[in-house]
């Protein structure tokens, strides 16, 4: 007996159908797997790796990429890249507006491309980095809210039928995962740096320096490398707000916040203390190298015009104390003990100096061959 089932048009309709089920059904369990990603885990790379295997598993391009947005340099890179020549994508930069990718960035736009040698968007540098041959290109925005944070961009994932709108409804939706997700990880980047962070000289705060004072001793423990603490107090401070206000003296806090993190190296970590109190964390520093910045931050606080931007002409002078580990202390409290007494053996005799535990009141000349004698006699007298 025959039916309409027999017929081949029906049977390519009921796959069709078939293949239309278990797609959206796979369509489904990604949205169900990325929204227990987004609000199980606040690891970026976590969720965007998740992201990255569903456009390969449903659109199968030979490369795919996520360009995010440097906005100080108003540049696209590529902060993930999958695929034939990916890896030397790493280090490549496209200006807003240059390329297929910069034109969507711009434009806050997708765009589909079947033939890139048809469209004069096409930026053919990137073929010549990577070595491959780009045939057409498919690129969303990724934007959070009205603001574009990057874009995904699939190469050669155009077949001979066109990439369907179902696939393009489908990348934008990943798209908007991948700006939740970004979102979230800038969220909670910034909580971070509020939590460990001053609010008015932007340096760290006392809170991070305890961590990083027990991170460093642990180095030098199993590494066995000194490191030196260095511990300022403004001369003086309290006449000067006293004199201008409170508000004046924030400014000015955060003018010598700003001078002590430019004196510092990359490695070395500057903080605020307290009040008009500093501190400074040189990492791989013994005692001599660490009275050279001592001495140089102490010459540049007496040196400087303060406040010239606000009409003003403030000079004032610095106390400073140095204390090594393990030299000097042999545990976190001992060493911020004797840096902050070196620091207060100036402050209640002369002020307006460098001092040094267990060495004194270092001279203004002192040099890194005086300093290694010093640190030898003291090491001696200690052993004797």
């Known amino acids: 007996m025959t039916t ?15 293949r239309g089920e278990q797609r959206e059904a796979g369509e489904i369990a990604v949205f169900h797997e990325l929204g227990k990603a987004l609000t199980s885990s606040l690891q970026l790379d976590q969720v965007l790796r998740t992201i990255m295997e569903k456009i390969d598993e449903f659109l199968r391009p030979d490369t795919w990429s996520l360009l995010l947005l440097d906005e100080a340099k108003q540049e696209l890179y590529f902060e993930l890249a999958v695929g034939k020549g990916s890896q030397e994508l790493k280090d490549v930069r496209i200006k807003m507006g240059q390329g297929i990718a910069g034109w969507v960035a711009q434009n806050d736009e997708a765009v589909i491309v079947p033939d890139v040698a048809n469209d004069t ?18 690129a969303v925005p990724v934007r959070y809210r009205d603001h574009c944070l990057g874009v995904i961009e699939l190469i050669n994932c155009v077949e001979k039928e066109g990439f369907m709108e179902r696939d393009l409804a489908l990348l934008e939706a990943l798209a908007d995962f991948a700006a939740i997700a970004l979102e979230n990880a800038r969220h909670v980047k910034r909580i971070h740096e509020l939590t460990i962070t001053d609010d008015c000289t932007s ?46 003296g924030s400014k000015l806090l955060a003018e010598v916040g700003q001078l002590v993190k430019n004196a510092c190296r990359k490695i070395d970590f500057a903080f605020r203390y307290g009040g008009d109190e500093f501190v400074i964390v040189l990492p791989q520093a013994a005692r001599e190298n660490a009275f050279i910045v001592a001495h140089r931050l102490h010459k540049l606080i007496g040196e400087t015009h303060w406040l010239t931007s606000e009409g003003l002409d403030i000079h004032f002078t ?17 060493l911020l003990h004797l840096a902050d007494e070196a620091m207060y053996a100036i402050k209640n005799s002369t002020r307006d100096g460098v001092a040094a535990a267990r060495v004194g009141v270092s001279p203004p ?20």
């Open 121 to 138: 968007r096409f930026f053919a540098k990137v073929d010549e980095k990577t070595k491959m041959e780009t045939r057409s290109i498919v």
């Open 203 to 248: 340096l760290y705060n006392a809170r991070h320096m305890d961590f990083i004072l027990e991170t460093e001793i642990y180095r030098s423990q199993r590494y066995g490398y000194e490191f030196s603490v260095v511990f300022i107090d403004l001369d003086h401070f309290k006449g000067i707000n006293d004199t201008y206000g409170h508000l004046i």
């Open 4 to 18: 309409s089932d027999n017929f081949p048009g029906s049977e390519r309709r009921h796959n069709a159908e078939v």
């Open 365 to 384: 000349n002192t040099n890194p061959e005086q300093n290694r004698r010093d640190a030898g006699a003291t090491k001696t007298r200690s052993s004797t």
């Open 318 to 334: 610095a106390s400073v104390g140095v204390a090594s580990f393990p030299s000097d202390a042999k545990s976190k409290v001992e």
